[in-house]
């Protein structure tokens, strides 16, 4: 069974930068799909970006060119560098992870998840 932990949210500018992390543990992350989330208050949650096991990508369109989901298998990590942050990305980021490949996009098929950490972007 994988375990997640997310880190690294926090209190940015609008327009300013900020990374969060998801350290994997249990099992070897490198034959796993894994994406990151987001849920406002009031919303559903949704997804953000998907990584699958072989690295390809995919993001949500309205971070396109703003996010960047990496992982570094070696160290069982997963990683989203979030730049020109606008107060709309303000949210709980919560990792997933799945062996579903292609991955899921429907947040409903994933089953494995992080506690979330809070990312809000002031005005």
């Known amino acids: 069974q994988v375990q997640l932990q997310e880190s690294g949210g926090g209190l940015v500018q609008a327009g300013g930068s900020l990374s969060v992390s998801c350290a994997a543990s249990?099992?070897?992350?490198?034959?796993?799909?894994m994406a990151w989330f987001r849920q406002a208050p009031a919303k559903e949650r949704e997804l953000v970006a998907v990584?699958?096991?072989?690295?390809?990508?995919n993001y949500t369109d309205s971070v396109k060119g703003r996010f960047t989901i990496s992982r570094d298998d070696a160290k069982n990590v997963l990683y989203l560098q979030m730049n020109s942050l606008k107060p709309e990305d303000s949210a709980v980021y919560y990792c997933?992870?799945?062996?579903?490949?292609?991955?899921?996009?429907?947040?409903?098929?994933?089953?494995?998840w992080g506690q979330g950490t809070q990312v809000t972007v002031s005005s």
């Open positions: 249990g099992r070897a992350i490198i034959r796993y799909s």
């Open positions: 990584i699958g096991a072989g690295g390809r990508t």
């Open positions: 997933a992870i799945t062996r579903d490949y292609p991955p899921p996009m429907d947040v409903r098929e994933w089953r494995t």
